[in-house]
């Protein structure tokens, strides 16, 4: 009998020590994963004087490849986009009637977003950290055929520098491709606020949202150094629009809710963009508490 009871006893004492040891780790595993966004803020706080600043991205905010309205369609459209590239086709598809009229359609949100178009193409292919004229794309040796330019106007030129369009081939007819690429994230228009911000997020990497009571804003920074690393980041503000313009925020974590949330942002214009935020818990319940004021659907705690 007193063998059974000294069985059961290291019995009992392996399960209850093995209990500690999970739940010690587990708490180690919560401090690692705690965060503080004290260090941006610090960076980004001159950037917007006037502005309180309510939260600061940790990670860079993704644009997922598919999204639950337009998977439907995906199927469909997908081997006809492959077989052609035609801008008449992509027109269609996009219900672009006139080319000319949409791609000035397109950059009026972006000016208004960025304010980086009112500068001559030479500045703004400066501030965009390009080259001033971009080489001919190379072709087959028995094919290096000069071509021209396509000639635009300067706010067409500091448009293009921007994005790192090409400057041999129609403004129209990159941006429909574009568009047609990410319909499935987004309203689908380039020429929304949604559009406006879709854009950035194609050209830049490594580009967090920042929130403060008066506006949403995409950052330009690099990630954060490691603890014993000098923090040699120059933050940049790419885009902003005001919190009043945008209509709600609806956001879900997926089976990686631990370091992962999305959100579909809606605008008063009625576009919207879904966007993947790869982020910790605590930085995740910053950003919904940041935008605990706009409409919208959160996940529970």
Known sequence: MSGERGRLGRFTDAVLGGARAARDKA???????RTSDEPERALVAPLLPGQELRYVGLG??????????GRQLAGVMADEFVDSLDPKVLFGL???????????????PVRLAAGVLLLPGKAAAVAAGVPEVAEPEPGPPQQRAQRDPIP??????????????????????????????????FSGDLATLAGSLLLFLERYNGTPLAVTDTHLHLLRMG???????????????????RRDRVARVDSERGATGLVQLTSTIVFDDGSWIRLTQPAV????????TAIHDLPGQRPQP
Do not use: C, M
């Open 94 to 108: 996009l219900n672009i009637v006139n080319p000319v009229v949409w791609v000035d359609a397109v950059l009026t």
């Open 223 to 241: 990630p954060r150094p490691d603890a014993d690393g000098p923090d040699r980041r120059q933050p940049r503000v790419l885009w902003s629009v």
């Open 27 to 33: 708490r180690e595993l919560r401090d690692e994963l």
């Open 281 to 288: 818990r605590d930085d995740q319940s910053r950003f919904l």
């Open 60 to 69: 860079p905010v993704r644009v997922p490849s598919t999204h639950k309205a």
């Open 152 to 185: 635009l106007t300067e706010e067409q030129e500091a448009f293009r520098a921007l994005f790192r369009l090409s400057l041999y081939r129609p403004l129209a007819e990159q941006l429909a491709e574009i568009a047609y690429r990410r319909r499935y994230v």
